[in-house]
Structures are given as C-alpha cells and as structure tokens.
C-alpha cells in the first residue's frame, strides 16, 4: 500500500518555464511533508518542507503547495534551470511518540531543456 | 557534500554471503536512519537509531540487523542475501529524533550475484 504517491515518472520542461511536480499521500496522520532532489550517484538532497499547519511555504525558485482536503501538495519551480534535472522525491512524516520516519513517494524525473 | 560517509560505495557479493555497511553521520548528529532504494522504487525506511538506541523500525527484515555504536557511528548488516537484495542502501542522520532535514550519505550501492 503506497501511502505516499508521485504518479508522473517523468516531466520535461522548457528552461525558463515553470515545473510543476505532484505528489498524492493517503495517511490523515501525516503532518510535515518534505521535497528531496537527487541527482544520479549521490544522495538525496533536502530542497524544501511545509507543516501541515501552512498551505505554502516559500524558498527562492521553489514553493511547495499543500491541500489537505484533498490530500495533495506540489512543488513548484519558477524559473527552471537546465541544473534543476534531478529525479525529486515527495516525503512525508508522521509523528510516533519521539521518533519519526519518512515515507517516500517513488520520485520524479525532471528534466529542463535548455 | 552532506556531511555523512557511507562506506563502501559499491559491493558485490553471492547470495548467501553477510555484507556489512557503515555510515558515519555529520558531526554532532545523534540520529541514524537506514532506507533502502530497490530498482525504480522509492525509498524504504528501514531502520532508526538515537543515540545508540534503536528509536523507529520499518520494512526491515529479519535477515538484517543495525547498530549504533558509541561514536555514533552505524552499521546495517545484511545476512544470507538473496538477489531481491540488490539495491542502493542509505544511510541519513539528523540533529534530533525527527526527520526534518534530514542529511544523507551517497548510499552504497549492494549486487548479490
């Protein structure tokens, strides 16, 4: 049962433009919700997170939106850059007691065109 | 750079062999948290620990253990291996028990032939 879903493999923009990625979860009890990029041979890299208490949250080029009714929250890149071509994952977390852990959507491969 | 080392980067062992992995987290962090990446998935929470103490459980097997050793370094051994075992391994610390910002390794990348 994926709890966290990222249901576009792959997305190809044109530089300049915006990326739009999307990300679906199911679990009501998830509360902070994170965007991670990686680029090949190397980890994952934190870009950028929101609580469930905001709807939006701001950084630069990225804003990650987050609709609670409907269980949805995207991340938004404006303008894209050709360096911005990483796969990007969707994360979410849920309180249990002290500890945390993150369940990862399957990620995003986005590409920008020069 | 994030700060955290896994070792090694790559390994290729036969199926019925115990490998072991270590990560050394970003200075100062006291959390460790073991994800496996398997082909085309996300990442699979596996294990977390805090300061020497195991804190959360995920998707782990029975046939792979982890520690957390004084020095806060981490090892994540995986015994009896089987093909379906081939997958990149991460190792991510943070300065607290949640997740926020968590830092990640380069992950090592395990093929049981």
């Known amino acids: 049962d994926q709890q966290v879903k990222q249901n576009s493999p792959s997305l190809s923009v044109q530089e300049g433009r915006i990326s739009i990625l999307n990300c679906d979860y199911t679990?009501?009890?998830?509360?902070?919700f994170l965007w991670y990029k990686k680029y090949p041979a190397e980890g994952p890299t934190f870009l950028i997170s929101i609580s469930s208490i905001k709807d939006k949250n701001e950084d630069g080029r990225f804003t990650v939106f987050l609709n609670k009714s409907a269980k949805h929250l995207s991340l938004h890149i404006v303008p894209s850059q050709p360096g911005d071509s990483a796969v990007y994952f969707c994360a979410a977390s849920a309180s249990s007691g002290s500890a945390r852990q993150l369940t990862f959507g399957s990620g995003t491969q986005l590409t920008v065109l020069p | 750079d994030s700060g955290v080392t896994q070792t090694p980067k790559h390994l290729i062992t036969a199926t019925g062999q115990r490998v072991t992995l270590r990560c050394s987290p970003r200075s100062g962090d006291l959390s460790v948290y073991w994800y496996q990446q398997s082909l085309d998935q996300g990442l699979q929470f596996l294990i977390q620990y805090y300061n020497g103490e195991e804190r959360a459980k995920g998707n782990i097997l029975e046939r792979f253990s982890a520690q957390q050793f004084p020095d806060l370094h981490s090892e994540l051994n995986l015994s009896s291996l089987e093909l379906g075992d081939s997958a990149l391994y991460f190792c991510?610390?943070?300065?607290?028990?949640?997740?926020?910002?968590?830092?990640f390794g380069q992950g090592t990348r395990l093929t049981v032939v």
């Open positions: 679990n009501s009890m998830f509360d902070y």
């Open positions: 991510a610390s943070s300065s607290i028990p949640g997740h926020v910002g968590a830092f």
